[in-house]
């Protein structure tokens, strides 16, 4: 990585999907369970509606405590 010159030779393929109704703790126990960053919201035809990082799990555990 330290020498890319593009977004191509940064980029993976190995990501993991959920859906916009997935509940947050199954987000986090996928995001924990394989060690991963961020998460793709897809829609039922999985097509790219969003991403979940962990800032955004922690601002939503933040507000279900609320």
Request: aromatic share 2%.
């Amino acid at each position: 990585h330290a020498h890319a010159n593009t977004a191509a030779e940064l980029m993976t393929n190995a990501f993991v999907t959920a859906r916009p109704s997935s509940l947050l703790s199954e987000v986090i126990a996928t995001m924990v369970g394989g060690a991963h960053k961020v998460m793709a919201v897809v829609d039922d035809q999985e097509r790219l509606i969003g991403v979940v990082d962990r800032a955004d799990v922690l601002r939503g555990l933040l507000r279900s405590d609320s």
